[in-house]
């Protein structure tokens, strides 16, 4: 292991460009996992080289690990050769996603073995979590009840299913029931709005939507079906005909025509069958939203096929699964997200590793909690985020060294870039210097991995994501389509079909062309832009830069600055906004907004700091708490071009608290503005 120190700058672009730690992998002897399923350099570039030119080959070989109802007649058809958009994957193959996760292992004779093991948030008196562990055949059987009731409910094939629960392994059931069904479900995460979910429900035309009364969070009730019910009634979301709503927190709501309880309804289904239906691969799996620069929330779609053969590849090779090996995997994301769709559920189950699923908060009822679930559950597998690891870097160590971390194998981060600082903190005091770091670099549209080390074979370097995976042909080019040359910044695109990527916007073909086929042609043909900037070093490996649209991301979390803005002028104080990204030491970006406000509310001389909660509140109801600005500041004008453009990036240098504007002001129309915001009180 080479570890010269590197540079202690702060801030993630300058600090990663002065990165010359490497650390090597350990070896197979050396290191606490029972093997590296790729651990030679050659091995990997054999497979890499494959994957590349013969996809079909290697695709094809991996798909066979799975189980298919009728096999595919091509493993990939390309609109032309050379074409990217519009690839199909294993055409005229049929499968399942539950099947692949739970029957197949019942059916292997692994049916009593741990599929998924929850913890509760709330503590029992003694002091102990609820633990409840289902096994394939749990996850088989009640996805099958759940699966007749939605059927019995009408619920037909291709038909989207709206989710809106918290981590229970009710969660994880309802997605498998719809997938067992040939529904697509389209999950919103827990901490989302009632306007945000029927903004959803409406895009999705949902007719059932499954909730809960309420979720554990920091030992509070934070109610569910309550906005479920709002986002109905009153927020005009009109297509909901059923609501199926689960009881965890006894937070009873005013019953409906339209409701049915979980655990009621599944009773009455207990013996009816209900198979898995087998679906083409192209058909759709399921919807997750995602923000974007207008601001709509983009329905990005993913496939059956090729969505789950990345999924099991990913999971399997970047985590090194072995079944039967003890291994217990978590990711502690939300299922909300993609990260909990592909690597709690999706990817991690087929592969016959059991999953683990924890219900609340890490610092619940004490800042060593998640170390606590490590040790007690003998985890071997860890993937978090970079805004978790600053906050636990924050906290202090001696939260982890209170507890046995030795059980881990790999660990890995994902949602953003990962500071080095963060990455040595986690590398050592986590993983105690033995465990590879996998920094993932992915997005909703991906449907998993692209570019990540691997355990056993890639030396890391803290702050890069290192090599694209496996028939990833990832790229930094200009926008003509040239790659830049070694450590110039470009933008990142990726120029190959791959399995898992996104099949559309749900209902908008124009924006899905426009915002991802549209950016670079190579060779008369569009390829995919992911909407990151991104520098590849002498090495070949990739540092991913940051977003170049007007999208933030807060905590590992996308957010549309024009969602955000447009919730700020509905506020009937707010006449004008902008949004803009700033450093933050935990979230890595925090919301700065600059907002003007009416006449009449200028006059009153009252309360600034108030007016400033009652903004955040109302941004919390509007989209949710995550999009709270962190900063908002009152000006009276903003900063615009001749032509009413506001400028952005002039924002940007002042919320980050740049003495110097290095922007060029030359298209400034009033350059008194400027003065008065780098006055303005800000909080
Ligand atoms: C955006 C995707 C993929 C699941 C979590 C977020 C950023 C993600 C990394 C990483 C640098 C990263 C990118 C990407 N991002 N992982 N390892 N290093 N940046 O999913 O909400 O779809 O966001 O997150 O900017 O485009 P998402």
């Not at 906290?395 to 990962?418: H, T």
């Amino acid at each position: 292991m080479d570890k010269n120190n590197g540079s202690k700058e702060e801030s993630g672009i300058q600090s990663v460009l002065h990165e010359e730690r490497v650390f090597s992998p350990p070896p197979e002897s050396s290191s606490r996992s029972p093997r590296w399923l790729i651990n030679s350099k050659e091995e990997y570039e054999r497979l890499y080289e494959e994957s590349i030119s013969d996809p079909a080959t290697f695709y094809g070989r991996i798909a066979s690990e799975l189980s298919w109802f009728t096999p595919w007649k091509t493993v990939l058809e390309q609109k032309s050769a050379g074409s990217v958009l519009d690839t199909e994957w294993f055409v005229g193959g049929t499968l399942n996603l539950c099947y692949n996760g739970a029957d197949r292992h019942v059916e292997a004779g692994f049916g009593d073995d741990t599929a998924l093991v929850w913890e509760s948030e709330p503590l029992n008196e003694d002091g102990s979590p609820e633990v409840r562990t289902l096994t394939y055949r749990d996850l088989q059987e009640q996805s099958a009840r759940l699966g007749a009731a939605l059927k019995d409910l009408g619920v037909q094939k291709g038909e989207i299913v709206t989710i809106y629960m918290g981590m229970v392994p009710e969660l994880a059931i309802s997605l498998l029931a719809c997938a067992r069904i040939g529904a697509a479900h389209s999950v919103i995460f827990g901490g989302f709005s009632a306007q945000a979910i029927a903004d959803r429900i409406e895009d999705a035309q949902s007719r059932v939507v499954i909730t809960a009364d309420g979720l554990f969070r920091r030992g509070k009730i934070v109610p569910l079906k309550e906005k479920v019910d709002e986002a109905i009634d009153t927020l005009g979301a009109s297509s909901v005909e059923h609501v199926i709503s689960l009881t965890r927190c006894k937070n009873a709501t005013a019953h409906q025509k339209r409701d049915h309880d979980y655990h009621s309804l599944l009773e009455r289904f207990q013996d009816t069958p209900c198979p898995c239906e087998p679906l083409g691969a192209e058909e759709m799996s399921f919807l997750l939203y995602t923000s974007g620069s207008t601001g709509k929330p983009k329905g990005i779609q993913h496939s059956v096929g090729g969505y789950l053969v990345h999924a099991y590849l990913t999971a399997k090779y970047v985590f090194n699964l072995i079944p039967d090996s003890g291994q217990t995997f978590w990711c502690t994301a939300d299922i909300g997200w993609i990260t909990g769709h592909t690597y709690i559920l999706y990817g991690i189950l087929p592969n016959r590793v059991p999953t683990l699923l924890y219900e609340g908060a890490p610092d619940f009822p004490e800042k060593d909690r998640l170390w606590d679930i490590i040790e007690r559950h003998q985890v071997t597998q860890f993937y978090t985020a970079p805004t978790a690891i600053r906050a636990f870097m924050k906290w202090g160590d001696e939260f982890p060294k209170r507890r046995d971390l030795s059980s881990l194998q790999v660990i890995g981060s994902v949602g953003e870039p990962i500071n080095p600082e963060a990455w040595i903190w986690y590398y050592e005091t986590i993983g105690a210097g033995k465990c590879p770091l996998v920094d993932t670099y992915w997005q909703t549209e991906t449907g998993g991995h692209v570019i990540t080390p691997l355990p056993g074979v890639t030396p890391t370097k803290p702050g890069s994501c290192a090599h694209p995976f496996f028939g990833i042909d990832a790229a930094v080019v200009d926008r003509t389509g040239r790659e830049v040359a070694p450590n110039e910044g470009g933008l990142l695109v990726i120029r190959k079909p791959w399995p898992g990527m996104l099949r559309g916007v749900y209902g908008d073909r124009k924006r899905f062309l426009e915002t991802y086929w549209s950016t670079v042609t190579i060779d008369g043909e569009p390829v995919y832009t992911a909407g990151d900037g991104a520098r590849k070093d002498d090495d070949g490996y990739f540092w991913i830069m940051g977003r170049i649209d007007d999208v933030i991301n807060v905590s590992g979390h996308r957010l549309g600055t024009m969602e955000i803005e447009s919730a700020l002028v509905s506020h009937s104080a707010v006449v004008e906004a902008a949004v803009v990204g700033m450093p933050h030491e935990v979230k890595g970006t925090g919301i700065t907004a600059f907002v003007t406000l009416s006449p009449q509310e200028a006059e009153r001389t009252g309360n600034l700091e108030a007016l400033r909660d009652k903004i955040r509140e109302h941004i919390a109801k509007e989209i949710g708490s995550i999009a709270k600005p962190d900063s908002i500041r009152f000006t009276d004008a903003l900063p615009k071009t001749r032509s009413g453009k506001i400028m952005r990036r002039l924002l940007r240098d002042i919320a980050s608290g740049k003495e110097e504007i290095a922007q060029d002001t030359s298209t400034l129309e009033d350059f008194s503005v400027l003065a008065d915001l780098k006055e303005q009180d800000s909080s």
